[in-house]
């Protein structure tokens, strides 16, 4: 079974600086999708960023990119010029990309906490 | 735009209560999904629905269950609310398999009920 790992509960950064979260996935499949979804307080839980993993090219919205590493199992999420706005809980998802595949789920992390200091 | 409701934001009920959280759903989305978010845990999948009057177990299905009568509409029923229940619950919609066969895979959020079981 499929499984997502983030390993910091909490992360704070200063305003206008560069944050990474980190996110390590378990599976045996070749094919599938990575996300990150940022769920802000109180309010609606939206798609930051995807990466599909036949692509060796690290997705990129505007101050978000991530570094994935296929090899190492591995989806980094930066957050470059940090704003208030980027106050929220993040989670990284996995989803497999297998044709006919019924199950349809998605597998999230636990979550990481990002604080933003002004 | 893709817009995904829950009948209510905040709701309190009482031990033994039976109660219903519905979300809607208004893009044709083939698939929908109920998740409880609680601290520390993440999103764990409750029910999945992936056609009308279809449902799959997720990974926490006990002391629930589902209905999907219309497309649009993916209701949650506590049979009999317990304390342990108490926590958000969260709808969430996919377009489920595209024309090509491939797997589309976006998830879209709605904004969560605060279920408190009294």
């Known amino acids: 079974a499929q499984t997502v790992t983030q390993s910091q509960p909490e992360m704070s950064v200063q305003e206008a600086e560069t944050v990474t979260l980190s996110c390590t996935y378990d599976?045996?499949?070749?094919?599938?999708?990575l996300f990150w979804y940022k769920q802000p307080p109180s309010r609606q839980m939206i798609l930051v960023i995807r990466?599909?993993?036949?692509?060796?090219q690290n997705a990129t919205e505007n101050r978000f990119s991530v570094n994935f590493q296929k090899a190492a199992k591995s989806f980094s999420l930066k957050i470059s010029d940090s704003q208030l706005g980027d106050a929220a809980m993040y989670f990284c998802?996995?989803?497999?990309?297998?044709?006919?595949?019924?199950?349809?789920?998605?597998?999230f992390g636990k979550g990481t906490r990002l604080h933003i200091l002004p | 735009d893709v817009k995904v409701t829950q009948s209510s934001r905040y709701l309190v009920k009482r031990t033994g209560e039976k109660v219903f959280l519905e979300c809607v759903q208004d893009?044709?989305?083939?698939?929908m999904f109920w998740y409880r978010q609680d601290p520390g845990l993440g999103l764990r999948l409750i029910y999945f629905?992936?056609?009308?009057?279809?449902?799959e177990k997720g990974d926490i299905p006990e002391g629930y269950s589902v209905s999907r009568e219309k497309k649009e509409r993916f209701s949650l029923i506590l049979e009999s609310a317990s304390t342990n229940q108490t926590s958000m619950y969260l709808c969430?919609?996919?377009?489920?398999?595209?024309?090509?066969?491939?797997?589309?895979?976006?998830?879209?959020f709605g904004p969560g009920t605060r279920l408190t079981v009294l």
């Open positions: 998802a996995y989803r497999s990309a297998l044709f006919m595949n019924r199950d349809d789920k998605i597998i």
């Open positions: 599976t045996s499949e070749s094919d599938y999708y």
């Open positions: 990466q599909e993993a036949y692509k060796q």
């Open positions: 893009m044709d989305h083939e698939n």
């Open positions: 629905s992936y056609d009308v009057k279809m449902k």
């Open positions: 969430a919609t996919n377009p489920g398999l595209a024309g090509y066969g491939l797997a589309t895979d976006t998830q879209y």
